[in-house]
């Protein structure tokens, strides 16, 4: 009889085809490019912790064509191999990182797929969250609340980020929605 309601549990659960497996595996692997990519460029706003969010783009786009849990995944992988790639793995900047990304992906996760939030929205709310969840990782690891003043001016600075990463993903979802790839935004 547990076996049989297994079954019926696994039958329930969407199988992944090869197709979305090698879409996925590309949205990792482009993700963990603009890492690399975002990590070699100076800052353009002398702000500790403020980036473009390059990464976000991607994270974005899997919202447009994968559930939350791929999405998840996607996420979790870009991560850990950036952590790898970039020499960071398990340092402070790895749970910095960490902080904000797992926190963005939670708050995006809410908001996607909601009628009255466009993408952009959805872009606006993570680069907020992203920066939340940097400082509460910091706020954490330093065991000082004081970082919280900082919130702010890292808040501000989510508008534009969040601006860029929206569009650039809303334009990313429209030209892969054109090629014939059925998105869910």
Do not use: C
């Not at 970039?86 to 009628?115: D, E, N």
């Not at 952009?120 to 954490?140: F, I, N, P, W």
Request: proline share 4%; no cysteine.
């Amino acid at each position: 009889m547990a076996s049989s309601n297994k079954k019926q549990a696994l039958a329930g659960k969407r199988s992944l085809s090869v197709r979305d497996i090698l879409f996925l595996s590309l949205l990792v692997a482009m993700s963990l490019a603009l890492s690399a990519v975002e990590a070699a460029i100076p800052p353009f706003i002398p702000l500790p912790g403020v980036k473009l969010g390059l990464a976000n783009i991607i994270t974005l786009t899997a919202f447009g064509f994968f559930p939350r849990r791929q999405v998840f995944l996607v996420v979790v992988l870009r991560l850990l191999l950036a952590g790898l790639v970039l020499g960071t793995f398990l340092t402070p900047a790895f749970w910095i990182s960490w902080g904000g990304g797992l926190v963005s992906f939670f708050i995006m996760a809410i908001f996607t797929g909601r009628k009255s939030v466009s993408i952009v929205g959805v872009s606006l709310a993570g680069a907020a969250a992203h920066h939340g969840g940097q400082l509460l990782m910091v706020a954490l690891l330093l065991s000082n609340t004081g970082v919280f003043y900082y919130l702010p001016w890292l808040f501000l600075s989510a508008v534009p980020v969040g601006l860029f990463t929206g569009f650039s993903a809303k334009s990313v979802i429209q030209a892969l929605s054109n090629s014939g790839i059925n998105g869910t935004i």
